[in-house]
């Protein structure tokens, strides 16, 4: 009995002091001081904000200013913006034809030469410098007829052009064009000769055109293999060159219309070893020469006939896009499928031939001249041929004339023969498969010959255009430009000589471009039936040339322009990223940008909305119109912050092209202009202070330094009658300059109110005592207008500048040349989404701050927004003017935190309770979560999901924030799988796994054939086979991945090597929900807290977009992570999570080969194609393969060092 009145005394005494323990801890926080300090920090913030930035009397002077507004009309931009980049792109699109004509002209009339490189030479990209300056340098065409030339080989030098900076980026001669000419193809092979020799006469209409279009790059890829591109530069390389003109979109759209493909792979008992790995490459060869397009699938088929891609409803029984990302992933499958049993053709080719008329029936109706429809077969060897299955499949009977009738092949089928050792038998099975069915054969016997002939294909489904000479010119998707140089620009660096030139690494950055491509034909008489493709003429177009055309400075704060093509991919969009800055994948392209779909970045906010598939819909049919539609955007370049916002789309055609453009207007910024009609004082501007948007104000009149010839535009613009002329944002340049003209006598002010000399100790004392307190520390004062204009003040620098002194101003013009023009700025886009009143705050971490710690290099800036109201349509509308920004120093911010939080009310009791306190966490948070003030400098500007999860889940249920699920569809994962052995690292984590395949390999070639080994073909296989290009994580930074995350980045770094993978990121972001407070709460299961309880307070800052959040320290709830290693983001049934099956249109008006309506046959003199070689089996010469083994292992060796 005393034993049990003994426990009951003591469960009682421990519940007591459970209860009185968490009671204290519960009730420390008290939400009354909470709220003081929230209302006393926001007080302070706005007072001196407001002082220190002026905007008070700014927006004093708007109040008194008399001005007009103009209402821009959306549908009607959008036209115009649309007809100027159609007149531009026509003048590309008709110097295309030029180069087209006069190809045709030059092989017209040319007889072969059978040259050699003793007796011709050209300019090699690989093997090029453009000189800065002749100087003193002799040249051949400087000697008479009786001198020697004894000087450098001409080839290898061009005079630079003196405005390549402006045009084209990198160095560049326009005297001539250069000559790519692919790895695998020897540079001396006369075949090679001969072409090169006979385009060499382009460069007079490359340069007639360059006339009108000064920063084009123009070309002539050739069916031999070698690229031919003006102007002239040098060739970039990293590592080894794969590049291949004949690959490329905007060379297989236009020389064949777009394709629908069956791909057939035998994977039998006798498709092992070696041809299986030649043939699955053969199976990615052909994969990489379609373009968006074009439709595809691989079957595999033995005993029975399956998709390779059999899990995905979409493309089971179907075709589908050959997009990157389908690409990838039917890849991906590719390298799982095993051989076994033996192989079924008819049943093979049955299921190829339905899916195929699935998706495009036979049209009986219509003579179809040359089908767009093939089956590519893959195979060691066929017992027959097969030829009843081709009959009732495949040949069909049409009607010529009244008793005349043509048998028609309703598929081309391209048969491949695997392997060095083949019978005779099953050598002519394939080989007829292929002649009967108006295709090709090929016997791949090795690696090299995969990359010597599977592209032939495409000439082959060239003929029909060819034939009937019908011109087809074809508008590319989004691309990298090329050359395309990154550190060095193609240079030598172990030059010879000072004079070559050599840009830093800093001069670098991706070039994105567009192209108008047309094929070239054989004329001859006696060639015209054969159909024979010599390759495709073009030009890239820059697409910032094209962006020029659309006024920024109409489209107002968070407003933006984009374009997408008729399969509704972006080619230009602020949200697309085409290229990974990332530390992690160096300064590469990303995998997908060529695929962006435009809902992967327009994402309405109610997913149950049709808004944005709508707009998609009509812009690729075409059409013109409006849109309205709520859509949730990505802000900056954050993980987690978002925003929401009601967006106007105006949308037209560019027409006689498949792009379609769209013109974005946020709904509350309103599209109006501000203006007076009062012309601009040259005493307005104070230009060393100043930085004016670089805009088109008329006829291409842009800002000019000094600025008193920029005032004589804008007043010559005022008073012009050209219809050219911006005279609307002229006049608003001249009110912004005039109304802002008087911040920089207040931000001088300022500056010598808190500037002290280094002699004058009384008054560094008294700013130090200052700084101890309550005042932040201003390191710059801001404004930026509607119109471009941009007013600074630097108060580290000189309390005034001398304006009038050009030296004066020469420390400020690195900073100037920084700004971009005010209303493309992240502050100001900042003030535009927090709208009126509000003080905006962001952090910014510079690089070097986790090496160092040193919090000078965090810094704080606060937007905040003047609003003027404008009366349209019987309703008020606000109109953002004009954006101030103050950049601080972090320290002052957590300094005035501290102090705030150490005091309070005489009716509240805080001595227990205050910031500085290891029993008390506090941040300040911004209105997406995001932490800009803590007590660990290390946790500045991180997202406070990672710092405690549960707690924002328990804000978000209090009502405080919004959780705004969104998807990131170009986001970049780690895959760090390395426990597959058929991995690409594996083979070099593992050197005798490496070492075994290599020997290996080398048996099996050797048993094979001993009379044909290749070296090229052991680097073929190396560099396919064993994934060589894997790239180490030694030497790379975590900043940019996964800036959130460093545990993860711990983790990434235990692994030796990693692989990048695109993929789609569901991301959780947070919005404020505006000034609602939470009182002392308490969120559950948290392990690390008292009684598994964490109390917390958290108060609205006014006048801010802050919120003041007060925690029990020492302990945290569960943090929100991030997989280790993350895959793309997939479906239950294993398929990407994309948008498969929406609308697109192809990319001319629709006939029976997809892109061009063929002529019926009408008489008998029609020409039809008459092509008797349908053999391609290789034939390279051994002495060829070597010379080209030898550069690879020397420039492989060099690249090392």
């Known amino acids: 009995m005393q034993w049990t009145l003994s426990v009951v005394i003591a469960t009682t005494v421990v519940y007591l002091f459970t209860i009185v323990g968490f009671t204290q801890s519960f009730l420390e926080l008290n939400p009354a001081i909470v709220e003081f300090w929230a209302t006393s920090l926001g007080q302070q913030i706005d007072r001196q904000c407001k002082n220190a930035s002026g905007i008070k009397v700014i927006e004093k002077k708007y109040k008194e200013a008399t001005y007009t507004t103009h209402y821009i009309n959306g549908k009607t931009l959008s036209v115009e913006v649309a007809k100027k980049i159609e007149s531009y792109l026509q003048v590309r699109l008709e110097a295309a034809i030029e180069i087209k004509k006069k190809a045709q002209e030059l092989f017209l009339n040319y007889s072969s030469e059978n040259h050699t490189c003793d007796d011709f030479t050209y300019y090699d990209s690989k093997d090029i410098t453009i000189y800065k300056d002749r100087g003193n340098l002799i040249f051949p065409e400087d000697l008479d007829e009786n001198s020697t030339y004894n000087g450098p080989n001409l080839e290898l030098y061009l005079p630079l052009y003196e405005e390549w900076r402006e045009h084209f980026q990198i160095p560049v001669s326009l005297n001539a064009s250069a000559i790519h000419v692919p790895t695998n193809i020897y540079k001396c092979a006369p075949f090679l000769l001969d072409n090169i020799s006979w385009t060499g006469k382009l460069d007079e209409v490359f340069s007639k055109n360059q006339g009108n279009m000064k920063s084009a790059w123009q070309f002539f890829a050739s069916s031999a293999g070698f690229l031919r591109f003006y102007p002239a530069s040098a060739w970039y390389n990293e590592g080894m060159d794969m590049f291949d003109a004949r690959l490329t979109e905007w060379y297989t759209s236009a020389a064949a219309p777009p394709k629908n493909i069956i791909i057939l792979l035998d994977n039998s008992g006798s498709m092992t070893g070696l041809r299986m790995e030649i043939a699955k490459t053969t199976v990615k060869k052909i994969m990489e020469s379609l373009n968006e397009n074009d439709f595809f699938n691989l079957i595999t088929f033995n005993n029975d006939s399956r998709f390779v891609d059999c899990d995905c409803q979409h493309s089971n029984g179907s075709l589908i896009q050959a997009t990157s990302k389908n690409i990838r992933r039917v890849t991906k499958s590719l390298m799982e499928v095993q051989s076994i049993q033996i192989a079924n053709f008819s049943k093979a080719f049955q299921l190829a031939f ?210 997408i093509n008729n399969n509704g991919f972006v080619l230009s969009h602020p949200d697309l990223k085409p290229w990974n800055f990332s530390s992690f994948g160096g300064n590469t392209p990303m995998n997908d940008y060529k695929n962006v779909d435009i809902l992967f970045l327009e994402q309405e906010y109610n997913s149950s909305d049709e808004q944005l598939p709508q707009l998609r819909r009509a812009m690729i049919n075409g059409e013109t119109g409006h849109v309205q539609a709520t859509v949730k955007k990505f802000y900056g370049q954050q993980l987690h912050r978002v925003y929401i916002q009601t967006q106007n789309y105006y949308y037209a055609p560019i027409l006689n092209t498949p792009y379609s453009i769209a013109l974005v207007i946020a709904e509350h910024t309103n599209n109006h202009y501000i203006y007076q009609t009062k012309s601009l004082d040259p005493q307005s501007f104070l230009w060393c202070s100043m930085v004016i948007a670089d805009w088109d104000y008329c006829n291409n009149q842009r800002k000019t330094t000094p600025f008193f010839k920029f005032v004589d535009i804008i007043n010559n613009v005022l008073k012009s009658s050209d219809p050219l002329c911006n005279k609307n944002l002229a006049a608003s340049v001249a009110f912004d300059v005039n109304i802002t003209r008087g911040v920089h006598a207040i931000w001088n002010d300022y500056n010598k109110e808190i500037s002290c000399s280094p002699n004058n100790q009384t008054c560094r004392i008294r700013r130090l005592i200052a700084n101890s307190q309550k005042n932040l520390d201003f390191n710059m004062a801001m404004v930026g207008t509607r119109a471009g204009v941009t007013r600074f003040q630097d108060f580290n620098g000189q309390a005034e500048l001398d304006q009038s002194n050009d030296e004066s101003c020469l420390s400020l013009q690195k900073l100037i040349d920084l700004f971009t023009p005010s209303i493309d700025t992240e502050y100001y886009k900042k003030a535009a989404v927090n709208r009126r009143n509000v003080w905006a705050f962001s952090s910014t971490i510079h690089p070097d701050f986790e090496d160092t710690l040193n919090t000078s290099y965090i810094s704080v800036a606060a937007s905040r927004g003047i609003y003027i109201q404008e009366h349209h349509r019987n309703s008020k509308k606000d109109i953002l003017a004009s954006v101030f920004t103050l950049h601080m120093k972090y320290d002052s911010l957590f300094r005035m935190l501290n102090a705030t939080t150490s005091f309070c009310s005489a009716s509240l009791d805080c001595s227990s309770i205050y910031c500085h306190n290891d029993s008390v966490d506090c941040y300040l948070l911004d209105e997406n979560g995001f932490v800009v003030v803590a007590d660990d400098p290390l946790l500045v500007g991180k997202f406070f999901g990672y710092i405690d999860y549960q707690v924002l889940l328990d804000m978000r249920k209090k009502g405080m924030f919004k959780e705004v699920p969104i998807t990131d569809y170009q986001a970049v994962c780690i895959a760090c799988d390395m426990s597959s052995e058929n991995s690409s690292a594996s083979s070099i984590l593992n050197p005798f796994i490496y070492m075994v395949k290599l020997l290996m390999w080398h048996i099996t070639q050797i048993t094979l054939s001993l009379t044909q080994f290749s070296l090229v073909n052991l680097w073929h296989y190396i560099y396919y086979a064993t994934g060589l290009m894997t790239s180490s994580v030694s030497d790379l930074t975590y900043a940019g991945l996964y800036p959130n995350d460093t545990l993860l980045y711990q983790q990434v770094l235990s ?70 290693c993350m895959e793309e983001n997939e479906s239950s049934n294993g398929c990407s999570s994309d948008f498969m099956g929406v609308y697109r249109k192809p990319p001319a008006p629709h006939g029976s080969t997809g892109s061009i309506k063929l002529p019926k046959y009408k008489t008998k003199k029609q020409p039809i194609e008459e092509v008797q070689t349908c053999n391609g089996s290789a034939s390279l010469y051994i002495s060829t393969m070597l010379i080209i083994a030898i550069q690879v292992f020397i420039h492989e060796i060099y690249s090392c060092r």
């Open 354 to 563: 339905d899916v195929l008329q699935k998706h495009s029936p036979i049209n009986r109706s219509r003579i179809n001249l040359g089908s767009n429809n093939a089956i590519m077969l893959i195979t060691d060897g066929a017992s027959e041929t097969y030829v009843e299955v081709f009959d009732s499949y495949n040949w069909y009977n049409v009607t010529v004339d009244k008793d005349q009738t043509a048998q028609l092949r309703y598929a081309r089928i391209f048969s491949y023969l695997i392997g060095q050792e083949v019978t005779l038998a099953n050598k002519n099975h394939v080989k007829w498969m292929g002649c009967a069915n108006k295709g090709y054969f090929y016997h791949i016997g090795t690696m090299a010959d995969v990359h010597d002939y599977v592209q032939d294909y495409v000439r082959v489904m060239a003929r029909p255009l060819a034939v009937h000479n019908i011109s087809h010119n074809s508008w590319s998707g989004v691309h990298l430009n090329i050359p395309l140089p990154k550190e060095n620009f193609g240079f030598n660096t172990n030059s010879r000589t000072t004079e070559w030139i050599r840009l830093p690494s800093t001069a670098t950055k991706p070039v994105l471009s567009i192209s108008v491509s047309t094929p070239v034909y054989d004329q001859r008489d006696d060639e015209i039936n054969n159909g024979n493709l010599l390759g495709v003429a073009g030009v890239h177009i820059n697409l910032d040339e094209i962006l020029a055309f659309i006024p920024r400075s109409k489209l107002g704060a968070l407003g933006y322009a984009f374009i």
């Open 1055 to 1124: 692994q030796k090597f990693l692989t990048l993978s695109p993929c789609q990121q569901s991301i959780k972001s947070f919005i404020s929900l505006g000034s609602r407070n939470i009182t002392n709460n308490h969120v559950s299961n948290c392990s690390e807290c008292s009684y598994s309880k964490r109390s917390y307070v958290a108060n609205r800052v006014p006048n801010t977009n802050l919120y003041l959040m007060v925690l029990e320290g020492e302990c945290s709830c569960e943090i929100l992570s991030q997989n280790d």
